[in-house]
């Protein structure tokens, strides 16, 4: 480093002195030739006297040697240079290119055979649905790299309920109207090995979301207030371990069921159930292991199953498991156990397993159709003790299981600008306790409803079919259109009566209201335009 210093200052002092002898013949010259006449005049009026054409002559010729021994030195330090190795050039590339050059300017960072590289850096994953596509970021620094995300929708429900109210789903909420469904601001941190995360929840997630957790009813300091607007905020460190070794602790999201909590990073608007009625997020403690840069370990230490706080005496216990042996393929298992979930149930246990696969089995950039990949995920659970069984109806009490799956196909069009996804999916959930919870007379998770009962025993079967067009003009925006097709084997979808008493909400939340009742439909369709963006 200070050879290469040295050599710049030598080639700086040279320059500026070429550049100002220059300047002194230049000067020289121009006085010799304004004075040129009067030389002539000299001449031919008054000899010049032989000693001063001398003296001029010898400063001449003093400047020409000068320059000829600065080019010298110039062309000596030129080809010792082009014979050193350049590496200042790397340092330079690595700080002006962008995240996703890296691997081109480095090749050795994104080697999976390197003992150090960055996992899953191998290939572009940027397919993936729960992925976002996005290739770079603006203003990323060295410390922080932004996250700004917009999720704005119009939904038309063909039932056209009265009080505008969609029921049964974890993205959707309300008819005929624009709606904010999340705006999220915030990122992530890195210095020196520590790490934070953190993005606000501003919308209609902010309601939802807590609706849906049924823990902070237990307790004081009402977490669902708490934590309302949090969508992700956690901190740890990363250990120079492998290929990384990451220990977290905070509210961070949940990939069980495939799909992203943010619709910018999903093929769809709206997932099938075994997505939208599994854990969006956890709070709680996450290791992050990487082996290889192949495969990630990550257990979670977690208060319980997608909750602020614990339904019971026991802490939920789980994991995930990512293998990608390829940029083709991306393998996931998540597994769940030990908590206990039901809200005043101490002794019911709740299991779970999420297992996806993606597959992207066509590409051909230059083509019209660019790229095509398909998904599949299953996922079966059960819960036990409490009266209930995993096994079957019998003495310990009625069945009480979850088994599901989804399948999507995505299409790829005109380099990455359009897009086109099918997809569906089916479940069947005894006991109703992964069933979202109609808002009927404002119900939530922890008040339950006499209109629809999750008590055990109770069936529910669903399945549904969706179509989604996207036409995406740059990386960071989408326009979404999707159609959607929901039905159930009981009534649960809101019909044109909706779910709402007249006047509005009545009594306690969730209670019955004399002489009313919702109107609650077997199935539903359902258009969506969002608008979806992502810095």
Same mark, same amino acid.
């Given at each position: 480093?200070?050879?290469?210093?040295?050599?710049?200052?030598?080639?700086?002092?040279?320059?500026?002195?070429?550049?100002?002898?220059?300047?002194?013949?230049?000067?020289?010259?121009?006085?010799?030739?304004?004075?040129?006449?009067?030389?002539?005049?000299?001449?031919?009026?008054?000899?010049?006297?032989?000693?001063?054409?001398?003296?001029?002559?010898?400063?001449?010729?003093?400047?020409?040697?000068?320059?000829?021994?600065?080019?010298?030195?110039?062309?000596?330090?030129?080809?010792?240079?082009?014979?050193?190795?350049? *590496?200042?050039? &790397? &340092?330079?590339?690595?700080?002006?290119?962008?995240?996703?050059?890296?691997?081109?300017?480095?090749?050795?960072?994104?080697?999976?055979?390197?003992?150090?590289?960055?996992?899953?850096?191998?290939?572009?994953? &940027?397919?993936?649905?729960?992925?976002?596509?996005?290739?770079?970021?603006?203003?990323?620094?060295?410390?922080?790299?932004?996250?700004?995300?917009?999720?704005?929708?119009?939904?038309?429900?063909?039932?056209?309920?009265?009080?505008?109210?969609?029921?049964?789903?974890?993205? %959707?909420?309300?008819?005929?109207?624009?709606?904010?469904?999340?705006?999220?601001?915030?990122?992530?941190?890195?210095?020196?090995?520590?790490?934070?995360?953190?993005?606000?929840?501003?919308?209609?997630?902010?309601?939802?979301?807590?609706?849906?957790?049924?823990?902070?009813?237990?307790?004081?300091?009402?977490?669902?207030?708490?934590?309302?607007? %949090?969508?992700?905020?956690?901190?740890?460190?990363?250990?120079?371990?492998?290929?990384?070794?990451?220990?977290?602790?905070?509210?961070?999201?949940?990939?069980?069921?495939?799909?992203?909590?943010?619709?910018?990073?999903?093929?769809?608007?709206?997932?099938?159930?075994?997505?939208?009625?599994?854990?969006?997020?956890?709070?709680? %403690?996450?290791?992050?292991?990487?082996?290889?840069?192949?495969?990630?370990?990550?257990?979670?230490?977690?208060?319980?199953?997608?909750?602020?706080?614990?339904?019971?005496?026991?802490?939920?216990?789980?994991?995930?498991?990512?293998?990608?042996?390829?940029?083709?393929?991306?393998? %996931?298992?998540?597994?769940?156990?030990?908590?206990?979930?039901?809200?005043?149930?101490?002794?019911?246990?709740?299991?779970?397993?999420?297992?996806?696969?993606?597959?992207?089995?066509?590409?051909?950039?230059?083509?019209?159709?660019?790229?095509?990949?398909?998904?599949?995920?299953?996922?079966?659970?059960?819960?036990?003790?409490?009266?209930?069984?995993?096994?079957?109806?019998?003495?310990?009490?009625?069945?009480?299981?979850?088994? $599901?799956?989804?399948?999507?196909?995505?299409?790829?069009?005109?380099?990455?600008?359009?897009?086109?996804?099918?997809?569906?999916?089916?479940?069947?959930?005894? $006991?109703?306790?992964?069933?979202?919870?109609?808002?009927?007379?404002?119900? *939530?998770?922890?008040?339950?409803?006499?209109?629809?009962?999750?008590?055990?025993?109770?069936?529910?079967?669903?399945?549904?079919?969706?179509?989604?067009?996207?036409?995406?003009?740059?990386?960071?925006?989408?326009?979404?259109?999707?159609?959607?097709?929901?039905?159930?084997?009981?009534?649960?979808?809101?019909?044109?009566?909706?779910? &709402?008493?007249?006047?509005?909400?009545?009594?306690?939340?969730?209670?019955?209201?004399?002489?009313?009742?919702?109107?609650?439909?077997?199935?539903?369709?359902?258009?969506?335009?969002?608008?979806?963006?992502?810095?």
């Amino acid at each position: 480093m200070k050879n290469r210093i040295t050599t710049c200052g030598q080639r700086f002092g040279l320059a500026a002195f070429t550049f100002a002898a220059g300047m002194a013949l230049c000067t020289s010259d121009l006085r010799a030739q304004a004075t040129e006449p009067n030389l002539q005049t000299a001449v031919e009026n008054t000899q010049a006297t032989p000693e001063h054409q001398t003296a001029q002559d010898q400063k001449i010729q003093q400047l020409q040697d000068q320059l000829e021994q600065i080019q010298k030195q110039l062309m000596e330090l030129k080809q010792a240079s082009s014979s050193a190795p350049e *590496t200042h050039h &790397t &340092t330079t590339a690595k700080a002006s290119v962008a995240a996703a050059d890296l691997s081109e300017t480095e090749p050795e960072v994104t080697d999976p055979a390197s003992p150090h590289s960055e996992p899953f850096a191998f290939a572009d994953f &940027t397919w993936l649905t729960g992925n976002p596509r996005t290739k770079d970021t603006p203003y990323a620094t060295k410390f922080f790299t932004p996250d700004i995300r917009s999720d704005v929708s119009y939904t038309y429900d063909f039932r056209h309920p009265q009080d505008d109210t969609i029921v049964g789903s974890s993205e %959707v909420f309300r008819s005929s109207e624009v709606a904010l469904t999340d705006l999220g601001i915030g990122g992530d941190f890195h210095y020196n090995n520590v790490r934070a995360r953190v993005l606000s929840q501003i919308g209609l997630y902010a309601t939802a979301t807590p609706r849906n957790d049924a823990s902070p009813s237990r307790g004081q300091w009402d977490l669902a207030d708490a934590y309302r607007y %949090v969508g992700e905020a956690n901190a740890g460190y990363h250990f120079n371990v492998q290929h990384g070794l990451n220990v977290d602790a905070g509210i961070f999201l949940s990939y069980i069921g495939l799909f992203s909590f943010y619709q910018f990073d999903n093929w769809a608007y709206q997932p099938s159930y075994v997505s939208s009625n599994t854990p969006w997020f956890f709070n709680g %403690v996450r290791v992050q292991w990487f082996p290889t840069a192949k495969l990630k370990i990550e257990p979670w230490f977690i208060n319980g199953w997608q909750s602020y706080g614990r339904f019971n005496n026991r802490p939920g216990l789980g994991g995930s498991i990512l293998y990608r042996p390829n940029g083709n393929w991306s393998i %996931v298992g998540n597994q769940y156990g030990f908590g206990e979930d039901a809200l005043g149930i101490g002794s019911r246990t709740r299991y779970h397993t999420d297992d996806s696969v993606q597959y992207k089995y066509y590409e051909r950039p230059d083509s019209f159709l660019g790229k095509a990949a398909a998904t599949l995920t299953g996922d079966a659970g059960c819960e036990s003790g409490g009266g209930v069984s995993c096994f079957g109806n019998g003495k310990t009490g009625p069945k009480q299981s979850f088994l $599901g799956f989804m399948a999507y196909n995505r299409f790829w069009f005109d380099r990455d600008r359009f897009g086109l996804t099918l997809g569906g999916g089916r479940i069947n959930n005894p $006991g109703r306790y992964l069933v979202l919870l109609p808002p009927i007379n404002g119900a *939530t998770a922890a008040s339950g409803t006499p209109y629809f009962t999750e008590n055990p025993g109770d069936p529910f079967k669903a399945w549904d079919a969706s179509v989604t067009a996207d036409y995406m003009p740059s990386q960071y925006f989408t326009y979404r259109l999707e159609y959607n097709h929901r039905a159930a084997n009981v009534p649960y979808f809101a019909g044109p009566g909706g779910v &709402t008493p007249p006047g509005g909400n009545t009594g306690a939340l969730g209670s019955l209201v004399p002489g009313w009742s919702p109107d609650l439909r077997n199935s539903e369709n359902r258009l969506t335009l969002a608008f979806l963006m992502k810095f």
